[in-house]
Each structure stands twice: as structure tokens, then as C-alpha cells.
């Protein structure tokens, strides 16, 4: 789904270095999420908005920081990266429910590798 | 909070054959239940959703079945195809925690010609 993009798509980075990895949407949505995912784990949830002055930790959090420029922007941070934040990051949006169903869209991905 | 367990986290079945993956949930207070697809190298997308005043709910050769009772929801695949090939994410959301969905592990689902 193009809609939702993802930046950058790879990153190697080491530890200890600080790295942003930006999401942008053009479907209007005001809910966006991050996850990572990790083989054999599933996806996970790390931080989630449902709008730009509202910000909420999920499962994961801790060593990530988030923050949502506009309604179509959310980054995530690592603030001092180590190995174990290796993972593919998935960015997610979504309206709210209708009739308790509701789509969350993902971007492409971006990969990250932690040295 | 929620915990989402998924079996089997990996199923080959021949092209025609049906494929099942199941979860289980813990928050009885969970109701509404998504599975997304996400093809090799692709974002997950989803493909069905139950919500917990239905039992069960059919989109062509796919279909969800709930048993709240048991707090564990299937997803069944008929006349499997090599496109069906994919890994499948089950996930369940309590109902005042719209957008906090928790996902199962995922199924490797492989469909052979």
C-alpha cells in the first residue's frame, strides 16, 4: 500500500549510535503505531498515537522513543542503539473503529541491523 | 494483558488440501479478532476479522471461527493455491483498547504445487 511509506527501508547502524526511522501516510488516518518483528515473536507493538498530541507506549517500549510531527508523521527513535533492537520495523495506520472492525494499514518495512 | 498463542508455527500442505491455524487468547475481555496475511518480503495485510457476536464469518476460500468459551479462533483455508503461501498473523483486541491489537507468532504457511 503505497499510502503508507516507510525511511529509511535498510539501516546498519552500531552500538551506541542514535538512529530515526520516519514514517509518513497519505490516507488521513489519525491512528499511527509502530511494531517490530522478530521471527518467531509475531509482531510486537512499541509506541502508538491516535493523534498528534497523544502518545501511548505499547508492549515494547523501552529504548525507543517516538514522536509525531503531524498527522501524516510519526518517527521512532533508538536513542542509543544495541544488537538486540535488530528487527524489521513495521509503521501502521488505522481509522477509528467502525462497527468494531478495524483495518490497520503497514508500511513497507524498514530493516534494521544493529552491529 | 492480553496473550495471544498461535499453533503450528509452520504448515506444509499439498495445493487443494485445507489448512487450519489456530489461537488461543487470555482477556476474555477480547473482541474482535484479525488475521493478516504477509506474503514474502511484503507488509502484513489483512485478509478476515470476527468480532465476538459471531461465531463464524466466510470470504470465499477463507473463514474465521470463534469459541468464546474457549477463548480460540481458527483460521481455515479451503482448496489451498501456491499463492496462499505466506506467513499468517492471528491477533485480538479488548474492546476498550481500540488500535492495541496483540498478535500471535505467526504461522509459515507453505502450499506445494
Known amino acids: 500500500d503505497a499510502d503508507v511509506t516507510q525511511t529509511p527501508r535498510n539501516r546498519i547502524t552500531k552500538t551506541g549510535k542514535r538512529i530515526m526511522l520516519e514514517c509518513s501516510q497519505t490516507k488521513g488516518h489519525d491512528r499511527m503505531y509502530w511494531y517490530r518483528q522478530d521471527p518467531g515473536l509475531g509482531l510486537r507493538l512499541i509506541y502508538y498515537?491516535?493523534?498528534?498530541?497523544?502518545?501511548n507506549k505499547g508492549e515494547i517500549s523501552d529504548g525507543y522513543s517516538v514522536s509525531r510531527q503531524a498527522q501524516a508523521k510519526f518517527s521512532l527513535s533508538l536513542e542509543s542503539a544495541i544488537p538486540n533492537q535488530t528487527a524489521l520495523y513495521f509503521c501502521?495506520?488505522?481509522?477509528?473503529?467502525?462497527?468494531?472492525?478495524?483495518?490497520?494499514?503497514f508500511g513497507p518495512g524498514t530493516r534494521l541491523l544493529v552491529l | 494483558g492480553e496473550n495471544v498463542e498461535q499453533h503450528p508455527s509452520t504448515l506444509s500442505v499439498q495445493e487443494g488440501d485445507s489448512a487450519v491455524i489456530k489461537c488461543t487468547y487470555s482477556?476474555?475481555?477480547?473482541?474482535?479478532f484479525p488475521w493478516y496475511k504477509q506474503e514474502l518480503g511484503k507488509r502484513p495485510q489483512l485478509i478476515i476479522d470476527i468480532r465476538s457476536n459471531v461465531g463464524e464469518k466466510k470470504d470465499q476460500r477463507i473463514a474465521v471461527t470463534l469459541n468464546k468459551t474457549a477463548k480460540h479462533f481458527s483460521l481455515h483455508i479451503t482448496e489451498t493455491q501456491p499463492e496462499d503461501s505466506a506467513v499468517y498473523f492471528c491477533?485480538?483486541?479488548?474492546?476498550?483498547?481500540?488500535?492495541?491489537?496483540?498478535f500471535g507468532q505467526g504461522t509459515i504457511l507453505t502450499v506445494h504445487p
Open positions: 482477556d476474555s475481555a477480547s473482541n474482535y
Open positions: 498515537s491516535f493523534d498528534v498530541k497523544d502518545i
Open positions: 491477533a485480538a483486541r479488548r474492546g476498550t483498547s481500540y488500535g492495541k491489537l496483540t
Open positions: 501502521a495506520t488505522s481509522d477509528p473503529p467502525a462497527g468494531g472492525q478495524e483495518t490497520q494499514y
